[in-house]
C-alpha cells in the first residue's frame, strides 16, 4: 500500500541521543498563572485548567525562522515549559502523573492575540488566535532520566537581549502533574503528545528581525527568529 500524500512526521531532538522524539499532538493550557491572568484582564483565577490544542506540524525548532503569521497586526510571545509524554495515560491520579513524562523542553505558545481576544469577546473558540502554522516554536527535549522533573526553577524570555518575561515555575496555578492528571480525564494521553504548560506574566509583541531566546532552569536555551510577512 502506498499513501497518496505521504508527509512527514514532526520530530524533536533529544538532549543526548541520535534518536528523534515523533509529536503525536499538542496540548496547550491557557491561565496558569495568576500574574498573566491580571494582565490579560480576563479569566477567573479560581478555574479549574482549561485546554486547547495547536496542530503537530507547527512546530518549529532551534535556529529556524518563523514567518510573520497573516491575519493579525498584533503577534505575541508567550514562553512556556513543555511536558513531553512517554507513556499512555488515561484518568492517572496526580500522585502517579509524572511517571508517564518522557522529558521537558522550553516552548512559545505564539498568539495572534487581536484574533484571540475577539474570539474571547464573540464566545467562539480561540483557532483562529492559537492554531496557526509556525505557532508552536519548541526546543530539543531533555529526557527525565538526564534533568529530572521540572516543577521549580527559573522561566524566562528575551526578545533582542531584553529581558520580557521571568517567573518560576512554583507560580503556575495547576502544576504539571496536576494538569496530566486533569488533562487525561478528558483525552487519552498517548506516548508524542507534548503539553505547553501555560505562560507568566509579561506576554507583548513581536515584529519581523526579532530574535527570542527562551529559558527554563536546567535545561538549555532555545531561540528562533521572526521573519517577514510571507506574501
Ligand atoms: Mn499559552
Known amino acids: 500500500m502506498a499513501l497518496v500524500f505521504p508527509h512527514s512526521v514532526t ?15 499538542i496540548y496547550c493550557v491557557g491561565r ?44 505575541q510571545y508567550e514562553v512556556e515549559l513543555v511536558a513531553a509524554i512517554g507513556k499512555s495515560a488515561r484518568n492517572i491520579p496526580v500522585a502517579e502523573a509524572l511517571d508517564v513524562v518522557f522529558g521537558y523542553a522550553a516552548g512559545i505558545d505564539l498568539t495572534r492575540r487581536d484574533r484571540q481576544r475577539e474570539s474571547f469577546k464573540k464566545g467562539l473558540p480561540w483557532e483562529i488566535g492559537k492554531s496557526f502554522d509556525h505557532s508552536a516554536p519548541c526546543g530539543p527535549l531533555h529526557p527525565v532520566d538526564s534533568v529530572g522533573h521540572r516543577l521549580e526553577g527559573s522561566i524566562t524570555l528575551s526578545v533582542n537581549d531584553e529581558e520580557r518575561q521571568r517567573a518560576d ?63
Request: hydrophobic residues 35%; negative net charge; glycine residues 8%.
Open 11 to 25: 520530530t524533536l531532538a533529544i538532549i543526548g541521543s541520535e534518536d528523534r522524539f515523533p509529536v503525536r499532538r
Open 32 to 75: 496558569n498563572y495568576v500574574e498573566h491572568i491580571r494582565e490579560m484582564k480576563e479569566g477567573d483565577e479560581r478555574d479549574l485548567p482549561f485546554f486547547f490544542q495547536k496542530p503537530t506540524d507547527s512546530i518549529v525548532s532551534e535556529g529556524e525562522v518563523v514567518p510573520y503569521p497573516p491575519a493579525t497586526e498584533d503577534f
Open 169 to 231: 515555575l512554583r507560580q503556575m496555578i495547576w502544576n504539571t502533574p496536576e494538569i496530566i492528571a486533569n488533562l487525561s480525564t478528558q483525552y487519552s494521553l498517548e506516548p508524542g503528545d507534548l503539553i505547553m504548560t501555560g505562560t507568566p506574566a509579561g506576554v507583548g509583541p513581536i515584529v519581523p528581525g526579532d530574535r527570542l531566546v527562551a529559558t527554563v532552569e536546567g535545561l538549555a536555551p532555545f531561540s528562533f527568529s521572526i521573519g517577514p510577512k510571507k506574501a
